[in-house]
């Protein structure tokens, strides 16, 4: 069975800081990427996915993330946080056709100070 | 678009009842739908995936007897906790799938007695 590896439980960052997030995974197939974020009270949220072609992807409100299959990688960024991006971040994984369930990763709270 | 609801949003029920979740895609059609759960702090964990017209698949560990689900049509899923007991309190999540993506709804607070 895959999984997935969240290396940041925790994170506290300044405003304007970069963000990188980390997110590994172990399946030797095809898979599907995913990062969704929680704001608090609130319900899960996809921020960007990828399935194939080019490597890096953009998502909403100024994320991207790269896919690199070698190091089975797929690093959140985002250049200068807000601190409206305080939230949980999940990584997340499915297998090639898409209709299996996700596997999540541990989630990495993010917290950011004005 | 996409958008996933669930009802209720929170339940509180005497240990031994029985619980219905339910699980809507709003502005599409979806054949397949997944229950997680989701402890405090902690990441989502698939249960059971619900497939429109037929039988839902549990991952292993999960009792198909106390989470009963159902995939009647293609926007509603339902899934019913049977004699709940306290340690069924949770998080339950659904999510619909639309292609290879997977929405969320904005889940539902169970706590038993």
């Known amino acids: 069975a895959q999984s997935v590896s969240q290396h940041n439980h925790h994170v506290i960052l300044s405003e304007a800081a970069s963000l990188e997030l980390g997110c590994n995974y172990s399946?030797?197939?095809?898979?599907?990427l995913f990062w969704y974020v929680q704001y608090p009270g609130q319900h899960l949220q996809l921020l960007l996915k990828?399935?194939?072609?080019?490597?890096l992807v953009k998502g909403i409100k100024g994320f991207e993330a790269e896919f690199i299959k070698s190091k089975f990688s797929f690093n959140l960024r985002k250049p200068s946080v807000q601190w409206s991006d305080t939230a949980e971040y999940f990584c997340a994984v499915s297998l090639g056709g898409g209709a299996d369930g996700l596997t999540f990763g541990k989630g990495t709270h993010l917290i950011i100070q004005p | 678009g996409a958008v996933v609801s669930q009802h209720p949003s929170r339940v509180i029920c005497k240990s031994g009842t029985s619980v219905k979740i339910e699980c809507r895609s709003l502005?599409?059609?979806?054949?397949?739908m997944f229950w997680y759960r989701q402890f405090p702090k902690q990441s989502l964990m698939l249960m059971a995936t619900?497939?429109?017209?037929?039988?839902?698949?549990?991952e292993q560990g999960v009792e198909k007897d106390k989470f009963l689900i159902n995939h009647a049509s293609l926007t509603l899923s339902t899934l019913t906790v049977t004699s709940a007991h306290p340690e069924d309190s949770s998080f339950y999540i659904c999510?619909?799938?639309?292609?290879?993506?997977?929405?969320f709804g904005p889940g539902t607070r169970l706590t038993v007695l």
């Open positions: 619900s497939n429109e017209g037929s039988k839902a698949t549990y």
């Open positions: 502005d599409f059609q979806a054949t397949t």
């Open positions: 999510s619909a799938r639309d292609g290879k993506t997977q929405y």
């Open positions: 990828y399935f194939s072609g080019d490597p």
């Open positions: 399946y030797g197939g095809t898979v599907n």
